[in-house]
């Protein structure tokens, strides 16, 4: 077991286990030092006596682990349910608990698949007595995937501390029958595993306090694309197709498609004559000519500022340079950009590529930039070029997008002050990627993830200070679930710091406009 989690132990924290043989399974998997296992009895009466201990009560952290009745259908004995809420059955007797919100649900549900668990997330709930029959179709009426006899009781303490529940399928008819011993003892091995899960949980409750950079998330071009596939869909209704994703992100991709959007990788892919959305990355006018052959109705979405580095890319073209595009090799934008003059253009993606790199004429050189890229390896690679080009000749303004430098800055300033650092994106966005890097960069552990659920609980272990940033593409609704997951936690304080305020606004292609 790690270090911070002994030390987090000493803290006090504690995993209640009802039942005399779920308290052992438990322990087995948790050395003396790493916490208070408390058998509490079983039932309501039981575990409202057990909250009433100095145990409980003065616990920093609460834990609430063991067997239960699975409510969904696709649950198997064996299968585990990490509580989202837990709350008591709708006729409990009075007084009956305040439900509990347990918003780091997602990110020990992570831990727990790492252990080789098959693992759900969602509510539990707590009956007075055994369920069965009727009573248990109305309880998984609830939208509950699980029921037990105590965790609505056993957490509804203090507030405001660190708090979860995790019940482990022991049957799907009701929650222990003499028939169900097998599916019993399947359940009471998985424990060892699931107190290995919730000690990697109490080792990261360290966290105090979450600082979110700002600007972070979505971009006006991000925006603006998003808003284009959505305007084609009102006005043609779906299918719509897009060219790509529309920008990189899974969950905007996610939700687009359930709404009609289809994604394709080619524009031969696409009917002909069907509504087609070019993505937010541009594209090349060998791609444009294709989609006009097959006649298709494109609506362009591409960013304002990079259909800019587009231009540029003609105009360097027309007078007769050789253009420089520092870029990645494959990303969708520096292919566009590419297919403006390929027979005029060298992708160069580091200081390597910038000290080998041929032109035709050294006095007639110009470069580019992709615009996810971070300013520091930006101008690592133009001082190289410079050097051996000091007739190169740059574009009229800075290629990089505001938004890009916008979060690069909050996130160095924020990391700073930060003892880790997650950025929200996922793993084929740029700019995003670029975040983590600067991060890093300024001397702090960073890591990108998807969502709260991408979040290892590993990184947080000891921790007290996470700073949050978002790629251009996350949308806003990640970040809150990020924070929510980390206040679940124990982080008491959230802070905004702005580095810089952004009011910028794209107009809409005429195509969509309204």
């Not at 939208?143 to 482990?168: F, T």
């Not at 110009?366 to 001082?383: G, M, P």
Request: glycine share 8%; aromatic share 2%; net charge neutral.
């Amino acid at each position: 077991m790690s270090t911070p989690a002994r030390q987090r132990m000493d803290g006090g924290w504690v995993l209640c286990a009802p039942m005399r043989m779920e308290a052992a399974e438990l322990r087995r998997a948790l050395p003396g030092s790493a916490g208070t296992v408390l058998h509490t009895g079983v039932g309501r009466r039981r575990s409202e006596r057990a909250t009433r201990s100095a145990t409980v009560t003065d616990a920093e952290a609460l834990a609430v682990a063991g067997v239960g009745g699975g409510l969904d259908v696709a649950l198997k004995p064996g299968d585990v349910v990490v509580a989202t809420e837990v709350r008591a059955a709708p006729w409990a007797t009075d007084p009956r608990p305040v439900p509990t919100v347990l918003p780091a649900a997602a990110v020990l549900a992570g831990a727990l698949r790492r252990q080789g668990l098959t693992v759900r997330t969602g509510p539990v709930v707590s009956a007075e007595r055994l369920a069965r029959g009727t009573t248990r179709d109305r309880l998984a009426a609830t939208g509950a995937l699980a029921v037990d006899l105590e965790s609505a009781w056993l957490l509804a303490g203090p507030a405001g501390r660190p708090a979860a529940c995790v019940r482990v399928v022991a049957d799907t008819g009701a929650v222990i029958q003499p028939s169900t011993l097998g599916h019993l003892r399947t359940a009471l091995a998985a424990l060892p595993a699931v107190a290995a899960g919730l000690d990697e949980w109490a080792a990261a409750t360290t966290v105090r306090r979450v600082l979110l950079a700002a600007p972070r998330s979505f971009c006006a071009g991000v925006e603006r694309a998003i808003l284009v596939v959505e305007r084609a869909l009102e006005l043609h209704g779906p299918p719509v197709y897009v060219r790509k994703q529309i920008v990189h992100n899974t969950h905007v991709v996610a939700d687009l498609s359930g709404r009609g959007a289809v994604f394709v990788d080619d524009v031969d892919d696409v009917p002909e004559g069907a509504v087609t959305v070019f993505s937010a990355h541009g594209v090349s006018p060998a791609v444009r000519s294709a989609a006009a052959a097959r006649r298709l109705s494109a609506v362009d979405a591409t960013c304002p500022l990079v259909t800019k580095v587009h231009n540029e890319a003609r105009r360097f073209a027309e007078h007769g340079d050789t253009i420089l595009l520092i870029g990645h090799a494959g990303h969708e934008e520096t292919d566009g950009v590419l297919g403006e003059a390929p027979d005029r253009i060298r992708l160069v993606q580091d200081v390597r590529d910038a000290e080998q790199v041929r032109v035709d004429d050294p006095r007639r050189v110009s470069y580019l930039v992709q615009t996810t890229l971070a300013v520091d390896d930006v101008a690592d690679v133009v001082a190289v070029l410079r050097d051996r080009f000091p007739d190169l000749a740059a574009p009229p303004s800075d290629d990089i997008c505001y938004a890009t430098t916008n979060r690069q800055r909050a996130v160095s300033e924020v990391a700073a002050a930060c003892d880790a650092m997650i950025v929200v994106g996922s793993v084929n966005s740029s700019n995003s990627r670029r975040l983590v890097e600067v991060a890093e960069r300024a001397g702090t552990p960073a890591y990108l993830v998807d969502g709260a659920a991408g979040i290892d609980l590993r990184w947080l272990a000891g921790v007290h200070t996470v700073g949050v940033s978002a790629g251009a593409s996350a949308p806003p609704v990640l970040v809150d679930e990020v924070v929510g997951a980390l206040s679940g936690l124990g982080a008491q304080s959230v802070q905004e710091h702005t580095a810089v305020s952004e009011d910028v606004r794209f107009m809409l292609p005429k195509e969509v406009r309204q």
